[in-house]
């Protein structure tokens, strides 16, 4: 029948979406509908579905997945009367084969999600109809069983109509039926139930239930059945395992009725048995699915927190080791190899590692990516956790075959080990994967133990990068400025900008504690922007208004990262140009090491500058295996002299190799047209024996500590004045 698509505007399904859906609901009706009990035609019948697919639908799609749409429809099949076994077992086919293919289309949710949705949605429509077969056939049966054995006593037609409606639900029953005496023995059987336990009838009838206890029964399920007989209770529900006369296990849900006599005294019991067997299957193999990775078949990180907790669950003399393993280099492989051929490395070193771990106690998951781990329990972890991270690496010693290749595998590993019962699961994973990094950072293939204060400066590491960014846009970072003296006449030269940040719960911090983090999340950019910027503009405001001999220059360092910015140059010329100040009045300081081996596209932007007339400072001279004759290719007019050739100054006499160093330097600069900073200025001694080597300007503690722009002056000593 052909049913009328739904009219385009507020609420309409797409067009082709409701097609794919009819489509879908055709093929689940011819499915089911020749064993379906019902008074409704064909097209009754799937318009009852549509609605019921239109549901699951949404379920498989849902941002907040939820079964209840299939459990519901389960429930709802049984409404209309399709409580045949076969129209179960035909629809849950139908959906398994079918509900993703029409209706998996819509949206961007990965195949593998929608599959495993699929699955649930299956085993709840499964538990709906069972659900909703058990309640009906309950209140039917429990009516019937009970109108049955009371109406011994009603007239005779009364008693045989009783008895023919009686054995009709009995017989007819999906679900298994047995009544048994007050003793336990088997009265009757229903054919259903006979079927549940292999066929043969002398299985069940005259047993008695007593000989039915299986070795997995719950504790309570006796103590409820003794209080049933006795009359202390109406009913109860159980799960319980019964073994057939082949020997296999028969899971049932078990719902036990007491059946009392006219007078109220207990004188039968009625037991419904609905077969669980295929559904327990199904939990547990959705259980396996979600417990353990799909690639390698290792237990995954669900699994492997659920044991970590119950190691670490506090016990007398317990203690737990865990190796935390990342491989070196594999993103590496990923990239050159491709996608396929990671994985079948990664699924070769799982068996190598679940190889290492077989003694009781040990397993093995996989976390995620090249990410694995390894944990051993018991009274002697301390030395079975080393023995167990030495069998880890070496059994990545040997090469893997992959697509003809020898591929040669290394790994870094963090071991934790330690009493049970003091840390969480998640303290434990963290401090190993912490460890695990210093590994890789102390060259891989090789393991190190946890150590708290590492760790605690690792998180302190984290926590600092986590708040870089919002530190730049609240404000908390400001600048204090070391002012430059002239050695010749003791003036001030310039001043250095000095970036500090205010931190709300660990104080100011240096450029030491932030810098290097800011380099590796690229905020360095924004960042060194800003502190140009504010350094900008506090020299035009000393130019303006501290014309009685205020800081000439200012002085402000660039990172590598900035150094390979393409709008380096750009931005300078606009932060010039906004504040007015002239190119001659800022020095930008570049590491030595950063321009060894400078190649002329990152010269480039420095000889532009240069050009303009700012001046390019080669900070911390001396300390990256200087190429001397590299100075007449860089664009530079300031060396910064390392304070570790001036160290030896600050006590009289002087270090006569140090002078001669500082000598040579000053010589050779000053023949490339160069002028000579000093750092670390601390002593007189040492701030005389500089301006004697005829070095330009110095800063230093022995003139003034890093401080507020307004402060400059008043913190210059007698030497600067």
Not at 87 to 94: C, E, H, I, N, Q
Request: aromatic fraction near 6%; proline fraction near 5%; charge should be negative.
């Amino acid at each position: 029948m052909k049913v009328p698509s739904q009219p385009s505007g507020s609420g309409a399904e797409p067009d082709g979406l409701e097609d794919r859906l009819r489509r879908f609901v055709t093929i689940w009706s011819r499915a089911i509908f020749p064993v379906t009990a019902t008074s409704l035609t064909r097209a009754e019948f799937e318009g009852h579905l549509l609605p019921l697919a239109r549901e699951l639908r949404t379920a498989l799609h849902d941002r907040s997945f939820d079964t209840a749409p299939a459990h519901r429809a389960g429930a709802a099949l049984v409404a209309v009367h399709c409580t045949d076994p076969d129209a179960l077992s035909r629809t849950l086919g139908v959906i398994d084969s079918y509900l993703v293919l029409y209706c998996g289309t819509e949206r961007d949710t990965p195949g593998e999600e929608l599959r495993a949705r699929c699955s649930r949605l299956q085993h709840a429509m499964a538990a709906g109809f069972a659900q909703a077969l058990r309640e009906r056939t309950r209140v039917e049966q429990e009516a019937i069983a009970r109108s049955s054995l009371s109406a011994r006593s009603a007239a005779e037609v009364a008693l045989h109509a009783t008895e023919t409606r009686f054995r009709a639900v009995f017989e007819g029953a999906a679900i298994g039926i047995a009544i048994a005496d007050l003793e336990g023995n088997v009265l009757e059987v229903n054919e259903t139930l006979t079927r549940m336990f292999g066929g043969l009838e002398h299985h069940v009838r005259s047993k008695n239930v007593s000989e039915w206890a299986h070795p997995e029964d719950a504790p309570h399920v006796w103590r409820l059945y003794d209080e049933l007989v006795r009359g202390e209770r109406e009913h109860y529900r159980v799960e319980k395992p019964y073994y057939r006369g082949d020997g296999t296990v028969l899971w049932t849900n078990l719902t036990v009725s007491l059946l009392r006599d006219a007078e109220g005294f207990p004188q039968y019991q009625l037991a419904l048995m609905e077969d669980t067997t295929e559904r327990r299957l199904l939990n547990l193999r959705l259980r396996y699915e979600a417990t353990h990775d799909a690639l390698t078949g290792l237990p995954n990180r669900t699994l492997f927190f659920e044991r970590l907790e119950k190691a670490l669950a506090p016990a007398e003399g317990a203690r737990f080791g865990l190796c935390y393993l990342d491989l070196d280099g594999f993103k590496a492989i990923n990239d050159s190899l491709g996608h396929s051929a990671g994985d079948r490395l990664l699924v070769e070193v799982a068996d190598r590692l679940q190889s290492c771990a077989t003694a009781p106690g040990e397993m093995v998951a996989r976390l995620g990516g090249d990410e694995f781990v390894a944990l051993t329990t018991g009274p002697h972890t301390e030395r079975e956790v080393v023995e167990l991270a030495n069998r880890i690496l070496a059994s990545l010693a040997t090469p893997i075959g992959v697509d003809g290749r020898e591929l040669t595998v290394r790994g870094s590993v963090g071991v934790v080990e330690g009493p049970a019962g003091e840390r969480t699961a998640a303290e434990v994973l963290r401090s190993a994967d912490i460890t695990m990094y210093r590994a890789k950072s102390a060259g891989g293939n090789r393991f190190e133990f946890a150590d708290a204060e590492a760790d605690a400066r690792a998180i302190t590491r984290h926590g600092l990068t986590t708040a870089l960014p919002a530190a730049l846009e609240r404000g908390e970072f400001f600048i204090e400025y070391q002012p430059l003296v002239h050695l010749g006449d003791g003036t001030v030269h310039g001043a250095e900008a000095l970036v500090r940040w205010c931190h709300p719960q660990h104080g100011v911090l240096g450029p030491d504690r932030f810098i290097p983090l800011a380099e590796n999340t690229g905020l360095i950019v924004p960042l060194g922007r800003w502190v140009l910027e504010e350094a900008v503009r506090q020299a035009r405001f000393w130019q303006t208004r501290h014309s009685d001999g205020g800081p000439l220059r200012i002085n402000v360092n660039l990172s590598p990262t900035q150094l390979h910015h393409p709008r380096l140059v750009a931005d300078t010329v606009d932060v010039l140009e906004r504040s007015g100040l002239e190119p001659g009045a800022l020095c930008l300081e570049v590491t030595e090491s950063a321009l060894i081996g400078a190649d002329d596209d990152l010269l480039k932007p420095l000889r532009q500058l240069a050009e303009m007339g700012v001046d390019i400072a080669l900070d911390d001279f001396g300390t990256g295996y200087s190429n001397l004759a590299n100075l007449r290719r860089l664009p530079v007019s300031v060396l910064k002299l390392d304070r570790s050739f001036t160290r030896g100054m600050q006590q009289h006499p002087a270090d006569p190799v140090d002078l001669k160093i500082v000598e040579g330097i000053v010589s050779l600069a000053h023949s490339l047209k160069l002028a000579v900073t000093v750092e670390g200025v601390e002593t007189g001694a040492q701030a005389q024996q500089l301006r004697e080597l005829g070095c330009d300007t110095a800063q230093g503690w022995y003139y003034a500590r890093p401080g507020a722009p307004d402060r400059i002056h008043a913190l210059l000593l007698a030497d600067a004045v």
